[in-house]
């Protein structure tokens, strides 16, 4: 397995600017691993904090970026079974994508429904799964009840929409423009609200008829956190799923007490490594995206050359979906 291959290196913590097109060794598979070509990667706002050294794994540089992408199957790895060459997969977890080549371990492959372009299927892996560990595993989620989706026109806030609506749940999406909200209705969401309207905990109660959201889909963090509590009903549960503000948020736990309710912690990682979660939740969204009622809302695409640019256009707020990265 000789020869080399472009990859997006990264060798200090930092911004966009750390990220370096370089020559990298082609890699071979160890035993129980799988070798992919890539043919598109998904760009995760966790792409960033990792590279920022501000992810909730310690990043070791050098490292190369990427913790999802579609590709075909170039080699097998000692033991491997169940998988061909020349079958076009999607894989997730880990970090390397941001390259022309990546080894992953064999459990993280998903097959994929044909019709499925290498793009949406790119940008499956990361946002379906925590969509639906976040509202079934982490929440609980039951039919009729509301769930609120911050950044909801971004990657995980479409895959969220379309879980919450397969799950019965009633949406009200925030974002932070007209075009993003346009975007989330026809997602199916049936109520959309500015994030940077006035008086927001009010427009909440008023579209829940007083009561406010049952699951609350927390990805901003910082001053809107406390915001967000106000928004819970009675057994209202808060999942915490990610800081985009990168600032830290204040609470008053014993303020959960009156209204029994709950904030928990969601992070795809570990269920990764828990393979009962992966089988519920493999058997709940493959048969989803199989008949095409749940389809990953693909966003920009760059080139992999262009990965600075593509990092940019995500901290700037402007993507809807999920951005693609493409060697
Ligand atoms: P998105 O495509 O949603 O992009 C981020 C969005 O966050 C922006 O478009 C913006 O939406 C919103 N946002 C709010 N404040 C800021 C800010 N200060 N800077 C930048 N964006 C901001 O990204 P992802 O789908 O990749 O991730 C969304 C969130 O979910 C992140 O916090 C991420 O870390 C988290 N996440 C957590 C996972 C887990 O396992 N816990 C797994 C996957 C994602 P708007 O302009 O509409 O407000």
């Given at each position: 397995?000789?020869?080399?291959?472009?990859?997006?290196q990264?060798?200090?913590?930092?911004?966009?600017e750390v990220l370096?097109?370089?020559?990298l060794?082609?890699?071979?598979?160890?035993?129980?691993?799988?070798?992919?070509?890539?043919?598109a990667?998904?760009?995760?706002?966790?792409?960033?904090l990792?590279?920022?050294g501000?992810?909730?794994?310690?990043?070791?540089?050098p490292?190369?970026?990427?913790?999802e992408?579609?590709?075909v199957i170039?080699a097998?790895g000692e033991?491997?079974?169940?998988?061909?060459?020349?079958?076009?997969?999607a894989?997730?977890?880990?970090?390397g994508?941001?390259a022309?080549?990546?080894?992953?371990?064999?459990r993280?492959?998903?097959?994929?429904?044909?019709?499925?372009?290498?793009?949406e299927?790119?940008a499956?892996p990361?946002?379906?799964?925590?969509?639906?560990?976040?509202?079934?595993?982490?929440?609980?989620?039951?039919?009729?009840?509301?769930?609120?989706?911050?950044?909801?026109?971004?990657?995980?806030?479409t895959?969220?929409?379309q879980?919450a609506k397969q799950?019965?749940?009633?949406?009200i999406?925030l974002?932070?423009s007209?075009e993003?909200?346009a975007?989330?209705?026809r997602l199916?969401?049936d109520?959309?609200?500015?994030?940077?309207?006035?008086?927001?905990?009010?427009a909440?109660?008023?579209?829940t008829e007083?009561?406010?959201?049952?699951?609350?889909m927390?990805?901003?963090?910082?001053?809107g956190?406390a915001?967000?509590?106000k928004?819970?009903?009675?057994?209202g549960?808060?999942?915490v799923?990610?800081?985009?503000?990168?600032?830290m948020?204040?609470?008053?736990?014993?303020?959960l007490?009156?209204?029994?309710q709950?904030?928990?912690?969601?992070?795809?990682?570990?269920?990764?490594?828990?393979?009962?979660e992966m089988?519920a939740?493999?058997?709940?969204?493959?048969?989803?995206?199989?008949?095409?009622?749940?389809?990953p809302?693909?966003?920009?695409r760059?080139k992999?050359?262009?990965?600075?640019e593509?990092?940019?256009?995500?901290?700037?707020?402007?993507?809807?979906?999920?951005v693609i990265?493409?060697?």
């Amino acid at each position: 397995m000789l020869g080399s291959m472009k990859a997006i290196q990264v060798r200090r913590a930092g911004g966009p600017e750390v990220l370096e097109l370089a020559d990298l060794p082609k890699p071979s598979p160890g035993p129980g691993q799988v070798l992919i070509r890539v043919e598109a990667a998904g760009l995760n706002f966790a792409d960033i904090l990792y590279v920022a050294g501000e992810y909730l794994v310690r990043t070791r540089y050098p490292t190369v970026p990427g913790m999802e992408f579609a590709g075909v199957i170039e080699a097998l790895g000692e033991g491997v079974e169940g998988l061909q060459p020349g079958a076009r997969v999607a894989a997730l977890g880990g970090s390397g994508a941001f390259a022309e080549y990546a080894v992953v371990p064999a459990r993280s492959v998903l097959p994929l429904p044909p019709q499925m372009s290498a793009a949406e299927a790119a940008a499956f892996p990361v946002s379906y799964f925590t969509a639906y560990f976040a509202l079934r595993t982490q929440a609980r989620a039951q039919p009729g009840e509301w769930a609120l989706i911050q950044a909801a026109a971004g990657a995980l806030g479409t895959a969220s929409i379309q879980i919450a609506k397969q799950m019965g749940l009633r949406v009200i999406a925030l974002a932070s423009s007209e075009e993003k909200l346009a975007l989330c209705r026809r997602l199916g969401a049936d109520v959309t609200l500015l994030n940077t309207q006035d008086n927001l905990v009010e427009a909440v109660r008023n579209a829940t008829e007083g009561k406010g959201v049952d699951i609350l889909m927390e990805v901003v963090g910082g001053a809107g956190f406390a915001q967000s509590l106000k928004m819970l009903a009675y057994r209202g549960r808060l999942l915490v799923i990610g800081s985009a503000s990168r600032e830290m948020a204040q609470m008053y736990p014993v303020g959960l007490m009156k209204g029994n309710q709950s904030v928990i912690g969601v992070w795809l990682t570990p269920f990764l490594s828990d393979p009962a979660e992966m089988q519920a939740a493999v058997a709940f969204l493959m048969p989803l995206v199989a008949s095409g009622q749940i389809r990953p809302v693909v966003g920009e695409r760059f080139k992999l050359e262009e990965a600075a640019e593509a990092f940019r256009f995500v901290l700037s707020r402007k993507n809807t979906g999920k951005v693609i990265l493409q060697p």
